[in-house]
């Protein structure tokens, strides 16, 4: 696959098969992660790669039981305010049952925390794409940052006390007929576009 096709044809998915991932795809993505362009290249990324199930089962918990003790405000994002909802009616809105959820960490008060794990993050999920595997950015963690029960989990898997989580993403083998993750090429309604010539 080229570099334009992945772009194109990556979509997210959100249903898994529960088979694990190959090591050496796996380290692929990572690989791909880790090249990523990083402000005045710091490469300060850590990137904490949980594939251990009853973890996952355990996150999937918490993540669950911190959302629905929060409160919706009208200033939060959609995405948000949903995954607040689902939680408070005993919804699961996290990583879809997949076999591995990388996350991004970075260093607090670093300017381009977000934008270094942004642009590795991007690139996995292409990578993952190229491998025929199926993956999607998940934000609770990133959402549930300061939360000290979320907090103290993470550090428990490796976060460093000096670290932020800013993404991470699922990836797995999609649940669909052939194997293969949806590509169907997304309609653009917004991504306005001006040029100055
Ligand atoms: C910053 C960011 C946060 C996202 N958070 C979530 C999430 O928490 N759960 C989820 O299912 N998808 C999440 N997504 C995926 C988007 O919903 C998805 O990229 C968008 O709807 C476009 O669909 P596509 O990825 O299939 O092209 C996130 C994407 C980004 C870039």
Redesign the pocket.
């Known amino acids: 696959m080229n570099t334009h096709e992945a772009i194109r044809t990556?979509?997210?998915t959100?249903k898994y098969r529960p088979e694990a991932v190959e090591d050496d795809k796996l380290e692929k993505i990572l690989a791909a992660g880790r090249v990523a362009p990083c402000g005045g290249n710091s490469q300060t990324t850590h990137f904490l790669v949980i594939r251990n199930q009853q973890v996952l089962r355990e996150l999937a918990t918490l993540v669950r039981e911190s959302f629905a003790k929060m409160e919706i405000r009208p200033d939060m994002c959609k995405?948000l305010q949903a995954?607040i909802s689902a939680s408070k009616k005993g919804h699961s809105?996290f990583h879809f049952n997949a076999p591995i959820l990388i996350v991004a960490a970075n260093k607090i008060g670093y300017g381009n925390a977000m934008a270094d794990c942004?642009c590795a993050v991007e690139n996995m999920l292409l990578a993952a794409n190229d491998l025929d595997l199926g993956s999607?950015?998940?934000?609770?963690l990133r959402w549930l940052d300061e939360d000290a029960a979320a907090r103290e989990y993470m550090m428990k898997l490796g976060l460093a006390a000096d670290e932020t989580i800013c993404?991470s993403m699922v990836v797995g083998k999609p649940d669909t007929k052939d194997g293969l993750p949806n590509r169907s090429e997304?309609k653009i309604t917004g991504n306005p576009v001006t040029y100055i010539d």
């Open positions: 990556r979509r997210s959100r995405a995954a809105a942004a999607c950015w998940v934000n609770q993404a997304r």
